[in-house]
């Protein structure tokens, strides 16, 4: 059988509502969504970084990872206008 320990945290209230927010749109307990960012916080510090990548099975496994952990569901996504072809290509690249 697993130990667990217990560990008490202050939070801030804005960082507590946010992880209250961020466990609720993944369906999670504020405490599996927790262990899911250390866990995932710790595996990646064990992995190697982006520049030391050599092939391209490494490189997609490493993207995967991103896209999968919980510090990437955070990032608001971008809106149609910050992807558009004007925002993307402006006055100076004509220039060139």
Same mark, same amino acid.
């Given at each position: 059988m697993?130990?667990?320990?217990t560990i008490q945290l202050q939070l801030k209230p804005e960082i507590e509502d946010r992880l209250i927010t961020q466990a609720t749109k993944q369906g999670l307990s504020i405490e599996s969504y927790l262990?899911?960012?250390i866990e $995932? =916080?710790?595996k990646n510090q064990e992995e190697k970084s982006f520049?030391?990548?050599t092939?391209?099975?490494?490189?997609?496994t490493a993207l995967m990872n991103l896209?999968?952990?919980?510090a990437f569901a955070v990032a608001p996504p971008l809106s149609d206008a910050a992807i558009?072809? $004007? =925002?993307?290509y402006t006055r100076e690249?004509?220039?060139l």
């Open positions: 697993k130990q667990y320990k262990e899911s960012l $995932d =916080s710790l520049s030391q990548l092939n391209e099975e490494d490189w997609e896209i999968n952990s919980p558009s072809r $004007d =925002s993307i690249d004509e220039m």
